[in-house]
């Protein structure tokens, strides 16, 4: 049967780099190797690593900008202390906004290395929505936000004009929609969701944000040693880096983001506006704060959970349990989940509308 | 053609294990998903992470002694900086034994975090052999050497005895040999040549000796964290620790560390009796300190080096070309490698000798 896999992360991609991708660990570019077995540093890995760094900027615009992609390991976790090793000097102070558990687990990591101002939280109001009237200082070192918050199935439609510069943690909806990426100095993105398997993150930083801070910061935490080594300052994840590659050519050739954001907006209007509709179901963000890649609901009645879930593994969904610190669905509607997958998923909430 | 993969890393696996990893990346264990594609949550890859804990640390010897293991990011590089981090204190000291490009990069890392004694150091002599006559402070926190040295081809053949805390970064050895592992209080190793594909780090750590520094330690970077949370504080990388577990099954099914020290002994001892027969080439490594995994040599005469170079090129043999820090050749035979790959390769250089 044919599966619908709205898991959160690791996450959907496209069926094209699966099978590319298990080619290449059978014999990769037909060297009679595999992918797992061949040096980082040889001739065709170096040509992966070049292109897939190019490639993304090319993806977001920022080619020729002044900025650097790297793919480093670590998850976004790694880039919460990173971000605060490399920007924030030890007499200043950086700004956070708190819209979620990723953004707060930043928030944690960035007070130990000095000042934090949260310019603004919704946190009282367990995340469901995403704040927008703040401040944030002039003399901030940076400010730092997360695009969106795949627990709570909330998206940033806007950012914030400042002087500052601009961090973005956009693990969970990078390459998913267009933005002006130059008003960001530094995005960074666990490949797990759009872009490949968990085990590599991309950094896309402007250059001359860093070197400031007078810190002295452990080699394999300072961008600046990953830019002069071309993302190969250690040994890259790299079947990571290689299946990230896939997926980015593989959205290239598919239109780019532009084309992406339109069947991106397609499957969540479908999705929402059966929320919205159906009298069983309830949205749990509001509604102008709604995410694109996480619709987060909950059952009206919960006695109808038992039945719900019966249908939906039916009909071959799988991954729509909401995070296990919220309950409650989520659907993730990654760039590589079809239309089609979306379709069946509401079927199933109206399959249930009718049969209670 | 068959090819002889003589890479130091990353570097060849065994042939089943490519094959039961290319099959995960279209199914994995028959749940119509992708491995690249399931939650690092799900019921299946839970498992996964569990038994290649279980199995680690029993391959090691080392089940109900105290000991975890981890499966984290970021390569050896990174402990170079976790490893202080956990384990200096701030007015205390380290000692470290320098025995290589990769010791010296532990060693700079230290530094950062306190005083870093350099208990002995083979530099001098371009690291062409293991200091053994060296006295390690009774205050030092902790002692850390480099079991292999992969570049110079040198092999730790037995290790101090010392009241301090002894941490050894088995990139390139472990699982190679029989050691008493209950020696060593933390043990870190990258994947990438005995165990897996690049993208994980196994660290094996004594509990006891850690949170004791009284150091903030960023959660990412705490070994404490990644405890509590079996390994799974942030997204791993699901499939290098996947295909890692896949290798240590294999090696378990293939009669463990006795059995492949074995072969890896027949192995060494074939390629070192050429090199020390054949009038062309010459080890670089002092004899005694030899390395079972990485044998380095030189041609007498470098105006054979086409001659050579096109002899096992053309024998299938690829990766053989030294480290670009130190040029001639290196003969990477980690426990995957058949000792009929070694054989081709002794053929070559008796092909070459009667050649010239």
């Not at 200043?92 to 000095?114: P, V």
């Not at 009298?279 to 909950?298: I, Q, V, Y």
């Not at 659907?331 to 399959?351: F, T």
Request: hydrophobic residues 40%; aromatic residues 10%.
């Amino acid at each position: 049967m044919k599966k619908h896999n709205f898991s959160a992360g690791p996450s959907i991609l496209p069926r094209e780099v699966f099978e590319k991708a298990a080619q290449a660990v059978l014999d990769f570019n037909g060297s009679g190797l595999s992918i797992l077995e061949i040096s980082h540093r040889s001739k065709d890995f170096v040509a992966v690593m070049e292109e897939a760094r190019t490639l993304a900027l090319e993806l977001l615009g920022l080619t020729g900008k002044g900025y650097q992609a790297l793919f480093l390991s670590g998850g976004a976790s790694m880039e919460f202390v990173r971000v605060p090793y490399n920007l924030m000097t030890h007499l200043g102070k950086a700004a956070y906004l708190d819209t979620g558990t990723w953004a707060a687990g930043a928030i944690k990591e960035a007070k130990n290395f000095g000042e934090t101002v949260i310019a603004a939280s919704s946190k009282a109001d367990n995340y469901t929505y995403i704040p927008k009237e703040y401040t944030i200082p002039a003399d901030a070192g940076y400010f730092h936000c997360t695009s969106n918050n795949t627990i709570f199935g909330t998206q940033m439609h806007e950012f914030p004009e400042t002087g500052v510069p601009v961090v973005c943690d956009m693990s969970s909806d990078i390459f998913s929609r267009a933005l002006d990426f130059s008003k960001f100095s530094l995005i960074y993105a666990g490949a797990q969701k759009n872009m490949g398997p968990a085990g590599t993150t991309l950094i896309v930083v402007k250059e001359d944000i860093l070197g400031k801070t007078g810190r002295v910061i452990p080699a394999i935490l300072d961008y600046r040693q990953h830019i002069e080594k071309e993302s190969m300052y250690n040994t890259p994840s790299v079947f990571a880096v290689y299946t990230s590659y896939l997926t980015l050519q593989w959205l290239k050739e598919n239109g780019g983001i532009a084309e992406i954001e339109k069947r991106n907006t397609a499957k969540a209007e479908l999705l929402y506006s059966e929320i919205d509709r159906n009298p069983l179901f309830t949205g749990t963000a509001r509604a102008e704060d709604r995410s694109k890649m996480n619709a987060t609901f909950l059952l009206e009645d919960e006695s109808h959970t038992e039945k719900f879930d019966k249908l939906w593994k039916a009909a071959g969904i799988s991954g729509l349990n909401g995070h296990r610190s919220v309950g409650g669905y989520r659907a993730s509607m990654y760039n590589a989940m079809p239309l089609e997958s979306v379709q069946v998923l509401v079927e199933v909430m109206k399959e249930l509308e009718q049969s209670v």
